[in-house]
T-cell receptor
């Protein structure tokens, strides 16, 4: 049973527009959420995170929103750039000793110029 | 600063052969993880370790064994490789502190024929 779900396998956006990637989770114990970006033939790289005590975290063009009641988070990229084209993974964890990150299946973002 | 290094980067095995994937990190991280990535399946946790000498099972541990004899190294073993273990394997590490990201290696592409 998937604990972290990314229901959109792919997303296509034009350069300059907003990209919104969504993620849902089922485990109410999760209290730390991360987004990773992955290019082909490379390892995932950390992008941005949010703790459950916040509902928004912003870093440059990237903003993550968390809706705890809906068990939903989203990543907004504004403006989108062709270099943002990659697979984006949502991950979640329980912030206590002995737990690991649980990942969703990923969403492939394509930004066209 | 090398970060997380995986050895080898590519390998082809015959069914029934054994091999060990090596992960080394130079960040003095306590936690280390092994994930596999398959098309449409995202990143699935195989095994992880919260410290030297300790290991734990993840989501898909069957057919794999691990060892963490030294803090900086985490080994993933396949005793008798099967075609279902054809995948890209990623190692990651993270600090012990709460709300921290994991750093990934470049991956090992394993094909079992």
């Amino acid at each position: 049973d998937q604990q972290v779900k990314q229901n959109s396998p792919s997303l296509s956006v034009q350069e300059g527009r907003i990209s919104i990637l969504n993620c849902d989770y089922t485990n109410s114990m999760f209290d730390y959420f991360l987004w990773y970006k992955k290019y082909p033939a490379e390892g995932p790289t950390f992008l941005i995170s949010i703790s459950s005590i916040k509902d928004k975290n912003e870093d440059g063009r990237f903003t993550v929103f968390l809706n705890k009641s809906a068990k939903h988070l989203s990543l907004h990229i504004v403006p989108s750039q062709p270099g943002d084209s990659a697979v984006y993974f949502c991950a979640a964890s329980v912030s206590q000793a002995g737990t690991a990150l649980i990942f969703g299946k990923g969403t492939t973002l394509s930004v066209s110029s | 600063n090398a970060g997380v290094t995986q050895t080898p980067k590519f390998r082809v095995l015959k069914t029934g052969q054994s091999m060990t994937l090596l992960c080394a990190q130079d960040m003095n991280h306590e936690y280390m993880y092994w994930y596999r990535q398959d098309p449409g399946m995202g990143l699935r946790l195989i095994h992880y370790s919260v410290g030297e000498g300790t290991t734990a099972k993840g989501e898909v541990p069957d057919g794999y064994n691990v060892s963490r004899l030294k803090k900086q190294n985490f080994l993933l073993g396949l005793e008798s490789a099967a075609p279902s273990q054809t995948s890209v394997y990623f190692c990651a590490s993270s600090r012990l502190t709460e709300n921290t990201e994991a750093f990934f290696g470049q991956g090992t592409r394993l094909t079992v024929v």
